[in-house]
């Protein structure tokens, strides 16, 4: 059996990565092991179902899904595993990731995917919600999620506004 990989992030294609990297960015930044792959709920199914129960069998806690337009990644992946889903809508071409957003919020009652907002910001955020959620049995995570915190606030009480000409 392979290494525990704490995390699965996963995209529709590799285009998403753009957006994807971010989540991946915060698995790094907090030292969570995290394995991402581009793979699509409509092109590549069965490779899909594969990987989860693959990730599983490695140790996986939860999964982190980005796809755009029609949007269905992070349904697939809710459907073929109890662990906990975070969705993240990627900014699509005509409808800025709107049409994201729905496709990935509207889940079905009973088959949960917690959806993040549109873009960066949302795959950012699904990293620290895995965090978060990995933090409640892990106490140097913990540690490390309240210092990030601590940072920010610190960040927003040392900025200073520019001054009216």
Known sequence: MSEKTLVGIVMGST???????????????FGVSYEARALSAHRTPDEVEAWVADM?????????????????????????????IFGVPIPSKYLKGLDSLLSTVQMP???????????????GNAG?????????????????????????????????LPELK
Do not use: Y
């Not at 285009?15 to 930044?29: G, L, N, P, T, Y």
């Not at 140790?59 to 697939?76: E, M, N, P, R, T």
């Not at 106490?139 to 601590?150: C, H, I, P, S, Y």
């Open 109 to 123: 009652k009973g088959i949960p995917v917690a959806t993040l907002a549109i873009g960066e910001a949302g795959a």
């Open 56 to 84: 599983e069998k490695r140790g996986c806690q939860a999964f982190i899904a980005g796809a755009g337009a029609a949007a269905h990644l992070a349904g697939v992946v809710a459907s073929k595993t109890i662990l906990p």
């Open 15 to 29: 285009s998403d990565w753009e957006v994807m990297k971010e989540a991946a960015q915060v698995c790094k930044d």
């Open 128 to 160: 620290l919600a895995v965090v978060a959620m990995l933090a409640l049995n892990d106490v140097e995570l913990r540690q490390k999620l309240l210092a990030f915190r601590a940072s920010q606030a610190e960040k927003v009480r040392n900025s200073v």
